[in-house]
């Protein structure tokens, strides 16, 4: 049986409780995330997509255990989130990689890391299938300073992905990849989930992306982010290329297209009133 599930019975692992986030400004207190509620269940793969700017990388921050909510909580496994974790895999949209680390190094650092219960004797192993899976087995002893910008977001998610965490926290990870190297990372990503079984919160500006990958789909509100809408996706897993030949592909797009581009234009109203 596919290890993604989209169940009502699966339990919950995630849970947004009445979120709200404020960031102290010269002009006051500015609200970027309002009383969000959203609990995520085991196997599902969330998207959140909306504005720039309007608050969901700060939303990922709070379950990646960064920032504290100023109001409400997000919990995980009913405990609230208190920091960051070997639990929860985070992919930034800028490349997070240690430029003194070679390729190898940096794949093999978060294996290191206490509180990870990856056996050493698989570490190498390990590093040796990401590297192959992101294309880097030929840079394994280079620097990113030498990786083109995709190299180096490739060998980022391989980071992510060879610590095995149960939850996958990602914020437009694929944003910066060309055309076919997205959707070769789409589908490896769908690859891995299949096989590994995890829970994952993805943001995306892509609508096709978000179908494309998701159980669930998150529409937000320009800012202060608050939930607009949560449309379940009609897809089983394993999915593959041919779903965005289905009819209710292209529905879904253009439903979530529409209610995207009013929250887009409501964003830009706002930054050019506050330009004023
Ligand atoms: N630590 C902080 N202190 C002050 N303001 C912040 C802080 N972090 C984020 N902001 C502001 O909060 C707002 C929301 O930021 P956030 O990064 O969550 O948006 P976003 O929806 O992820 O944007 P994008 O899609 O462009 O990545 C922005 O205006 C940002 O400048």
Redesign the pocket.
Known sequence: MSQLATQTEAPVRVSFRDVSVE???AQGP?R?LDGVSLDIRQGEFVSII??????????M?ILGGF?QPTEGQVLLDGQPVRGPGPDRGVIF?EYGVFPWLTVRQNIAFGLKLAGNKIPKSEHQAIVWRYMALMGLKDFADHFPKHLSGGMRQRLAIARAYAVRPQFLLM??PFGALDAQTRSAMQDLLLEVLETEGKTVLL?T?SVEEAIYLSSRIVVVTA?P?RIRTVIDVPFGYPRAENVHADPRFGVLRAQIHELVMQEYAAQARQTLRMAD
């Open positions: 960031f102290p400004t500015m970027v909306g504005p720039s700017g309007c608050g969901k990388t700060t939303l921050n920032q949209q914020d437009e943001i500006h800012r982010a």
